[in-house]
């Protein structure tokens, strides 16, 4: 039996002890590491996520009330009489090829419905309703809601969830610019929810990872199941992009929460909420440490044995020679001494010491190589995100479809040049470009063949600008170039003339000739912000439209 006090029973537990506090010591160090990394990696995820999700949303947002827009000022209905039967064919159309409108309609300015879409509340009064109300005084979008009267005509969801719905409204104004009714629309809110899904989807989602829309006032919109179970913590940083969070329901979660800037008349408020339970977030790095404790005892339990054997080849001749001390003490019979001498006993005991120490050093040698490397892997990991990070920022800059820089790089680009206008006095010019009658060629061709002719205009738009200017995609078949360092109207218009006549006189696949509207306007030190020299292009673009289009028109000057 092992004793403590002995000089075997000590030696085995020191080198023991020594050996676990080594091997703890690394174990922790490796956790500590691992933890900060993995919830590094998780909470950009989830940020990324929430980014794409709050941009996508807000382009359509923006999308659908440019289109209310639109269809307002159209020809049909700017005529004044309501009850034109094409009006309604045109709204029938516009259901029919996109399904996010639940309900389009007309009503007069008293607030009957002349004509509605499948004749839904053709004839009743929404002289009440917020939508009217605001669409009289401008273009309008409003918030979720349940409609009633309008869920009552239409089919329940098989999840049995209320129908709910977003507003869009736009005057319509006679041509004498005089209010004669209200265009409106009720957007299908599960068109708001499949969008943010779809984000999340096409960039994949962490275990446990959810995504929220919250209104202005905290309040969870989506999903419909913690509707009346969670709000948004007040505590969540305002100048982080993610953070641990205390919610309601007592479990922290890695949370990232990006506003939706939709752009829209009317400022909803929105944002996108992406959490993660943190301990589904670390559970690789619990993982790791079962498994080094299940090391770390193993290894105890060797460096124990190993450590009692040593034990006992350095103490068995100093036994030797008490047992032959005692027997000599007790007279019981001839002694027996160690075979060795006493010189050779001392440098055995040497010989032993050195042989445990080598063993102590490889050990440590070993524990420090395993260290480096682990750390050397965690320095891989940390660049390949780095990398990662960066394909994914230019993934954020970039339009899928045509590979010109997106609305979130212009809005970027546009804010510098007005700054580089306002700190030098350099003047730049902006055009913004539409595609005439695009609706046709995703509607007679498909859009396969839609999505071919903005790619060959994006290249065009890059063969005939100089390498200096900025080109992206606005949204739909929309474009914007900027020419920095042009203040003057003639060298604008000179560009804008020479992209409009190669398009007209290019040849399309599949849809042969094609032309395009431009407006043009140029920055001015009187200009408040970014906002104001692109109103006056789209301006003068629609400007471009009305007057018969294939035109370029500079703000401020006739078509």
């Known amino acids: 039996m092992l004793e403590i006090t002995s000089f075997r029973g000590r030696l085995a537990l020191w080198f023991a ?7 703890l010591s690394v174990g922790l160090y490796v956790g500590h590491l691992a933890t900060r990394q993995m919830a590094v990696t998780a909470g950009e995820s989830i940020h990324t996520t929430a980014m794409a999700a709050a941009d996508l949303l807000g382009a359509n947002l923006r999308e659908r009330e440019l289109e209310i827009a639109l269809l307002s000022q159209s020809p049909l209905v700017t005529r ?7 009006i309604l064919f045109s709204l029938e ?3 029919k090829f996109q399904a996010e409108f639940a309900w389009l309609g007309v009503a007069d300015v008293d607030g009957k419905v002349v004509q509605a879409v499948n004749g839904m509340l053709q004839g009743q009064s929404v002289a009440k309703r917020p939508w009217f109300i605001a669409g009289l005084q401008g273009v309008y979008t409003g918030d979720v809601h349940e409609a009633l009267l309008l869920a009552k005509l239409l089919p329940s969801q098989a999840s049995g969830e209320p129908l709910r719905f977003i507003d869009f409204a736009a005057p319509i104004l006679n041509r004498g610019g005089k209010v004669i009714g209200v265009l409106g629309a009720h957007g299908h809110w599960n068109w708001v929810t499949d969008t943010v899904k779809a984000a999340a989807q096409r960039l994949g989602s962490e275990s446990g990872s959810e995504i929220l829309i919250v209104d202005k006032h905290g309040t969870v919109l989506y999903p419909q199941g913690l509707l009346d179970r969670a709000r948004m913590p007040p505590t969540m940083p305002d100048d982080q992009a993610y953070a641990t969070v205390a919610w309601g329901d007592g479990r922290d979660y890695l949370t990232s929460q990006v506003a939706v800037d939709a752009r829209t008349q009317t400022n909803l408020g929105w944002q996108i909420v992406v959490r993660q339970p943190l301990d589904a977030a670390l559970q690789p790095v619990y993982a790791l440490r079962l498994r080094l404790a299940a090391l770390g005892l193993a290894a105890i339990v060797m ?13 068995q001749p100093i036994e030797q020679l008490a047992a032959a001390a005692r027997q000599i003490e007790r007279r019981e019979g001839t002694p027996q001494y160690p075979t060795n001498t006493r010189v050779r006993e001392v440098a055995q005991l040497s010989q032993s010491m050195q042989s445990m120490t080598e063993s102590l050093l490889q050990r440590e040698h070993d524990l420090e190589t395993l260290n480096q490397t682990l750390e050397q892997q965690v320095l891989q990991r940390t660049e390949a995100l780095a990398t990662a990070n960066g394909q994914l920022a230019e993934l954020a800059t970039r339009d899928a479809l045509t590979g010109l820089y997106n609305r979130r790089r212009l809005d970027e680009k546009l804010a510098d040049c007005v700054q580089s206008g306002k700190r030098v006095g350099r003047g730049f010019a902006i055009l913004v470009l539409d595609a005439d009658h695009f609706k046709r060629v995703n509607d007679s061709y498909g859009h396969s063949a839609g999505d071919a002719v903005l790619q060959q205009l994006a290249r065009m738009l890059l063969e005939h600008t100089r390498t200096t200017d900025f080109v992206a995609r606005y949204g739909g078949e929309e474009f914007v170039v900027l020419l920095p360092e042009t203040p003057h109207q003639d060298e604008a218009l000179t560009v804008a003339e020479k992209v409009r006549a190669a398009v007209e006189h290019a040849t399309f696949p599949q849809v042969g000739r094609l032309t395009v509207s431009i407006g043009i306007s140029l920055w001015s030190p009187k200009d408040s912000n970014s906002s104001d020299v692109f109103k006056r292009a789209d301006e003068a673009l629609y400007l471009a439209k009305s007057c018969g289009r294939n035109q370029v028109v500079v703000s401020g000057s006739s078509a």
Not at 17 to 23: K, N
Not at 80 to 86: A, C, M, Q, R, S
Not at 303 to 315: D, G, I, K, T, Y
């Open 80 to 86: 004044g009489d309501l009850t034109n039967p094409d």
């Open 93 to 95: 159309q516009r259901k």
């Open 303 to 315: 460096f124990a044995l190993v450590a009692l054997r040593l034990a006992q080849n350095v103490s």
């Open 17 to 23: 002890g020594l050996s676990l506090l080594t091997l």
